[in-house]
């Protein structure tokens, strides 16, 4: 939550007063958010550090936030790769960072969605399983399996109110992308594919979890949301 997709999100709920609470391992670009949600005079959220490739320490710490009314797993990792690159350590490492996690997160705050007989979770994939991009093979399959999941777990969930979404989000602007891949030649390549011919921003990706988490999406449940200007 503390960078990129996740912290567009934080101060967007936060940006609607709501109780906020986000998970992240570097305590920096997490006290660097803090702070900007302070100067803009919003509700401020509270941060906890935790390494989610750590399932226990996971757990303990949404146990320590207590009943949660909406879950984001947003978590990953898109390093790129090919297929001979891969070894079964960094499969396993890859499947955990994209993945596991979200099935445990969601498996802790269940039982008090249940409780109250409302929630929703929603899960970020990617556009990058649906389009078959080349170099993410290992972060295809986790985001491919993330609506895998989705669909089922909303129909285990669906009889207790809890709604369950994904969202795909195309090429996204975030610090990091821009930083690493998203450079001229290859934003103009996306531009060039893209019916709607803007950069994507974090935000573009916060407002469609502010809809999926708020009772005006109240009706929509095993679905994956696709925000990527029609790059797919």
Known sequence: GASGIGAASVESFCEQSSSVYFLDINDTLANKLIKKIKQKKLKVPKYFNCDLLNIKELQNTI?????????????????????????????????????????????????????????????????????????????????????????????????????????????????????????????KEILSLQC???????KDIANLALFLASDQSSGCTKQNFIVDAGLS
């Open 196 to 202: 709607l011919k803007r950069q994507l921003l974090p």
């Open 63 to 187: 146990k320590k936030i207590g009943n949660v009314n909406v879950l984001i797993n947003n978590a990953g990792n898109d390093d790129r790769h090919t297929i001979d690159e891969i070894t079964e350590e960094y499969f396993h490492n890859r499947i955990n960072l994209n993945l596991k996690h979200y099935l445990f997160a969601a498996q802790a705050v269940k039982n008090g969605m249940i409780k109250n007989k409302s929630g929703s979770i929603i899960n970020l994939s990617s556009v990058n399983w649906i389009r078959g991009a080349s170099g993410f093979i290992v972060y295809s399959t986790a985001k491919s399996a993330i609506f895998g999941f989705t669909r089922s777990l909303a129909k285990e969930l669906g009889k207790n109110n809890i709604r369950v979404n994904a969202i795909s989000p195309g090429s996204v602007a975030t610090e990091r992308q821009t930083k690493l891949w998203l450079k001229p030649k290859l934003k």
